[in-house]
């Protein structure tokens, strides 16, 4: 599914939220959320990227996702779990609402991506932060780079896999990440300059994109 969605129209990405288009993405993904299940379900449904999951909304949550929404009076399943990269848009956070981040690289095409076993595409993320299509990362500030900054999660991913979560990458593999910190696994603060904390954002950031 995600090479062939890569794919879309000869080597251009679709972006994963509304706002800003960029006269290249043809498309837009599953970028509106709305806090209601049906019409989150029919969002996914007509999202720029349903041909390539069989038009099957329930593609979009993990099954390992125990949250609920209440509405109506009834309890429901979330209809979505996952969000895309913001390296697939503008790239917000990157360099913390510098637009566009002097230091980090977005995408608008596949020949863009320069490390693609390194930059993830689809991530769970966690429910109490799903408010757009994007996962939003911050990488200023990530060891070894050469990029002044304060390390800081911005979204925070989901851990319900025992502590771990699912991430999809633009060469098509996937993997469960064990996180180490506490600000994933209790969703409380956002700067991560030691510890497990450090180990998560390293982790986040050096999967997300490359130097310009």
Known sequence: MFVGFLRVFTGFLIQNRSGKPRKHRRAEGCSKLVYTPLLTAFFCSFSGRRCYCGKNPALFRCPADPSTVLWGGKVYPRVRSISMSQVFDWGQWLSLGNVPSPYWRTYAKISDIVRPVNTFVFIDEN?????????????????????????????????????????????????????????????????????????DFTYLAENTTARR
């Open 127 to 199: 429910p109490t932060f799903l408010n757009d299509g994007a996962l939003a990362t911050e990488c200023d500030g990530l060891p070894g780079s050469g990029v002044p900054g304060t390390p800081q999660i911005i979204d925070i991913p989901a851990s319900y896999h025992n502590h771990a979560g699912g991430l999809s990458f633009a060469d098509g593999h996937a993997e469960i990440h064990k996180w180490k910190g506490n600000i994933i696994l209790t969703t409380v603060g956002s700067t991560a300059t030691s510890g497990g904390d450090l180990e």
